[in-house]
């Protein structure tokens, strides 16, 4: 004779028990006694039923598995979205390329005019609306006098927030506004940015190859915008150069007087002294500074921060 089974489940546990009929007396008793309890210990540790109407708890439970479900497929979908390139250091040998930081601002022009005083070129990391609004006539003309020398420009998005807590429509809005706004002024598309803070993540690499920008970092920080002092900041040129470092990507602030008026000159005497050309992130990466070029536009009353 087949043994019986008996499968008893609450929540997510399960037991089977198996029963083998016996004609005697003594075995049909346990049958029944096991059965009786386990049908106890059930009716004591089910959970309360919940009503299927009124809240749609059980819906919400259903829709809760679906969500967790579509999580993971966007996930695992995310995971194979293509990035955005990373550059933290230039390619070239013996190649320095300065970057100034969350521009246009006051000092703007004097670095425009130290490197280009010396032969020199430099990248313009700019917000769109941080220290001040890229479409005031002041910021304009500073970003036409630095593209007009040669200068490269980059954007640092549009309000200089931290873009690993924002979505990825906000993210692709702080990019596009002062990609925007340079069109408008300069004509000019970039084909890099520099995230604010140097604050990244799979996201906004998502975002950045999808407006086929490369990002920028750095592998010297001056610590200007960190309140570092102007000896700590000339320091870190003196150490770099003392190291005989083959190329250097420079990370500064355009919006610091001593910044600009003591670190600078001092900067540029110290590497054109060991022979370091000063150029363009994109020249010290050989790649192209932008994705397309365009004829300025004519400033209209919708160019507004
Ligand atoms: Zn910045």
Redesign the pocket.
């Known amino acids: 004779m087949s043994p019986l089974f008996a499968r008893y489940c609450f929540s997510h546990y399960c037991t089977t028990v198996t029963m083998v009929p016996s004609s005697s007396y003594a075995s049909a008793v346990r049958f029944v006694l096991v059965v009786l309890l386990s049908r106890a210990f059930l009716a004591l540790a089910s959970p309360t039923p919940v009503a299927a109407s009124g809240s749609g708890t059980i819906g919400a439970v259903d829709a809760e598995r679906d969500e967790t479900a579509v999580d993971r497929v966007k996930r695992e979908l995310d995971a194979r979205a293509p990035l955005a390139q990373l550059f933290s250091s230039c390619e070239n040998s013996k190649q320095v390329a300065l970057t100034f930081?969350?521009g246009p601002y006051a000092w703007s022009t004097e670095v425009s005019d130290f490197l280009t005083e010396v032969g020199g070129r430099g990248t313009f990391?700019y917000?769109g609306n941080n220290w001040a609004c890229i479409y005031d006539a002041e910021s304009q003309a500073r970003v036409k006098y630095a593209v007009a020398r040669g200068h490269q420009v980059v954007s640092?998005t549009w309000r200089?927030l931290d873009l690993t807590q924002l979505s990825f429509d906000r993210i692709h809005d702080e990019m596009w506004r002062v990609e925007q706004a340079l069109e408008r002024i300069v004509g000019l598309a970039p084909a890099f940015m520099r995230p604010?803070?140097g604050s990244y993540n799979n996201l906004v690499r998502q975002v950045s190859y999808q407006r086929n920008q490369s990002m920028i970092l750095w592998d010297l920080d001056t610590g200007d915008?960190l309140g570092k002092s102007v000896s700590y900041s000339e320091q870190q040129y003196y150490d770099a150069i003392n190291q005989n470092r083959e190329n250097i990507l420079a990370l500064n602030?355009e919006t610091y007087q001593s910044t600009v008026e003591q670190v600078l000159p001092y900067a540029i005497k110290l590497l054109q002294s060991k022979n370091y050309q000063l150029v363009t992130v994109a020249e010290c990466l050989n790649m192209a500074p932008y994705q397309w070029t365009t004829t300025p536009q004519m400033p209209s009353s919708s160019w507004t921060c």
Do not use: E, I, R
Request: charged share 20%.
């Open positions: 930081d969350d990391c917000n640092h200089h604010p803070y915008s602030h």
